[in-house]
């Protein structure tokens, strides 16, 4: 693979890219790098994609913003800048996991005649976000814990022990999956205190405890609309956000040529718990 960088939305991008033809933006989560979609670079560029997975804004190597803005309407437009600045035309089209499907969500809604198909995975489009009973509540403890300005003090200790549990929490039955290379690559990306802060910015700035759950939320007016693009959504049959019930709904709330798939025995890492079957669905989907 190929490491470049690109000014985009006014940051500087450090990317990694394979391939040649229309461009293929690779948006990853926290804390994850471009070193989640290692196993669909190559698959995408042999199906005559250019295939670009940059790492988030404030996530080493790239620039931290000046601002220190870590607003999903920032990222999405960092995805849509990055269409412009990689000379992406009308047959682009987006992956996006964890924090780059919240991403991905936005910008195929906000400019929808720069992406011609959308791949997301693990967050489902926010009308169908399940209800937070006292199960989810306990599952989503990292939303309310980073809030905490201590978060910034016990995350990093004993070399991110945290972070070790969390993913370890998050993922999903299948036997022989090694997600060490992947939380070292992450842990790497915020090491530096200002990063980690960053990092942890997302949920504060995202999901203020002032407005979240009220009709001032910000995400909620950016996520309100579903892509007008044929989207293919994978979920984990072990990841309890969205269920089989909820899952068959979202297809069918999806534009026509749309699809949907529950990874059996996967958690919130399917691009790297299960690829051979990941990168199957999407290598169909986006060229069939």
Known sequence: MRHDRVTANGIDFSYVEEGDGPLALLLHGMVETPHVYRHLIPVLAEAGYR????????FAP??????GSMRLADLVADANGLHEALGGDANAVIVGSDWGAYTTWGATAQAPDRWAKAVVATIPPARFLKPLDPAMIHKLGHFFFFQMAVAEQIVPQDDFAYLDWLWDYW????????????????????????????????YRQNFPVQTYGTDRWEGGELLAELPTQPTLYLHGSEDPSTDRETLA????ALPTGSDGAMLEGVGHFPFIEN????NRRVRTFLTG
């Open 171 to 202: 993922s999903g039955s299948l036997p022989g999956v090694d997600l060490t290379p992947d939380l070292a690559a992450g842990k790497d990306a915020v090491r530096d205190p200002a990063r980690l802060r960053l990092a942890l910015e997302l």
């Open 275 to 278: 690829p051979d079957e990941v």
């Open 62 to 67: 790239t620039q931290i913003p000046p601002d």
């Open 51 to 58: 295939a670009v997975a940059p790492s988030m804004r404030g």
């Open 249 to 252: 709904k979202i297809v069918a």
